[in-house]
């Protein structure tokens, strides 16, 4: 079976470097914000051009603590996308603010057009987070814009987007914070869960840092109510060590198989979504779009096949059960992300593809008869 991830095949590749971090983490005898966390976050902020980096539990935490840390409050209003990990939402449920929601484009991106005008009617939203869905970037320099005319705090949920950029641009740089989460299905994965917060605010990142710490600015001084979300040792010496070492190469090799794909898939059932113009996508996901009615049946063939297949995301987030009853807000109609969730198949997109895996994947796809 051709998987969507192959962690095996990747533990192969880094068992030998992955066991000497977690032995360097074990004769340490320090496991909590120690001296692996503080290498890594040093690393992180200058892979991704940015001053500070403080890890946390997950992308979760990450995107609840950026809210608070600039101020987002209950009753405040955020401005987001209904296609993405229900995490997007959580985070600004957990604040007590309120979701607003706009379309996705024709990449599954937040529509900015829709963006433009809800912002340039509704002056009371203060927050907007964009979602670089599917190793994609939104366009960076329209999100800047949006800051700068309409006052709005921007905070980049770049769970899916390490080292993509906009026209040579950086995403995660142009907002107020970055988020990330190191899931160990993101190119930037742990063993397990994590995040981290990005900024190049000093005094954004003290709050961060402070609120993932129990509150704490030194210890036993507790300033404001905080929570435990610290990434641990652990995890951070796999991915200073481990991860993101050969996080270029990973990319570098999703890359390669993309643009097989993309020259490869040749049916005219398949809509092969593809990338903005502009951005050199990391490709976290590959996702196709195929006629509702006959979408099992295209999953069917691709697994007898030997093809693993996905679904991301089948339900928009307004429809999700959790949200029956929560106060959110829908300005205009859902329409593509309705189109996506309907249509949406993920095909293998991972380091460890070799050349006849991606072209058994091809000749899969363009065998489908429909």
């Known amino acids: 079976m051709i998987l969507l991830n192959d962690f095996k095949a990747q533990w192969e590749d880094i068992s030998e470097d992955a066991i000497q971090s977690f032995a360097d983490v074990g004769r340490s005898g320090w496991y909590i914000l120690g001296k692996e966390v503080l290498a890594f976050e ?30 987002c409050k209950a009753g405040d209003r955020v401005l987001t996308t209904p296609l993405s990990a ?13 979701p607003v929601f706009v379309d996705v484009d024709s990449f599954g991106l937040i529509d900015l057009d829709q963006v433009e005008e809800v912002l340039g009617a509704d002056p009371g939203i203060g927050y ?25 705090t921007i905070i980049e949920d770049c769970a899916q987007s390490v080292g993509v950029k906009w026209k040579g641009i950086s995403t995660g740089t142009v907002g107020a914070i970055a988020c990330t989460s190191f899931y160990p299905t993101k ?45 641990d040792e652990v995890h951070a010496a796999f991915l200073f060590h481990v991860a993101l070492p050969r996080l270029q190469r990973w ?24 990338r903005p113009e502009h951005s050199d996508s990391c490709w976290h996901l590959f996702p196709l779009l195929i006629d509702t009615a006959r979408k099992k049946n295209f999953r069917d063939h ?21 949200l029956e009853g929560v106060r ?26 070799s050349d006849a895996d991606m072209n058994n994947v091809i ?8």
């Not at 979602?131 to 709005?152: I, N, P, T």
């Not at 961060?208 to 704490?216: C, E, F, I, P, T």
């Not at 691709?302 to 959790?322: K, N, S």
């Open 302 to 322: 691709l697994q007898q096949r030997g093809v693993q297949t996905g679904e991301h995301y089948p339900i928009p987030i307004p429809d999700q059960r959790a």
């Open 187 to 231: 190119n930037l994965g742990a063993l397990g869960d994590g995040g981290a917060i990005l900024t190049n605010s000093e005094e954004l990142d003290r709050m961060a840092r402070s609120l993932r710490d129990y509150g704490q600015s030194s210890k036993y001084k507790h300033d404001v109510i905080g929570w435990n979300s610290r990434l």
């Open 128 to 152: 907007l987070i964009p979602v670089h869905l599917f190793g994609h970037a939104c366009d960076l320099e329209r999100l800047r814009g949006f800051h700068e005319r309409f006052g709005v």
């Open 86 to 98: 229900f995490a997007t939402t959580l985070a600004i449920l957990r604040i007590g603010a309120t």
């Open 42 to 71: 040093k690393a992180l902020a200058t892979h991704w051009q940015l001053g500070y980096a403080a890890g946390v539990a997950s992308g979760l935490d990450a995107l609840q603590i950026a809210l608070e840390a600039t101020g």
């Open 328 to 353: 959110i807000e829908i300005p205009r109609k859902l329409s593509r992300t309705s189109l996506f969730c309907q249509s949406e198949v993920s095909i293998p997109i991972h380091p460890y593809l």
């Open 251 to 274: 990319i570098g090799q999703r890359k390669r198989v993309a643009e097989a794909y993309v020259s490869g898939i040749d049916n005219a059932s398949v809509r092969v979504v593809g």
């Open 363 to 370: 000749d899969a796809v363009n065998e489908w008869k429909g």
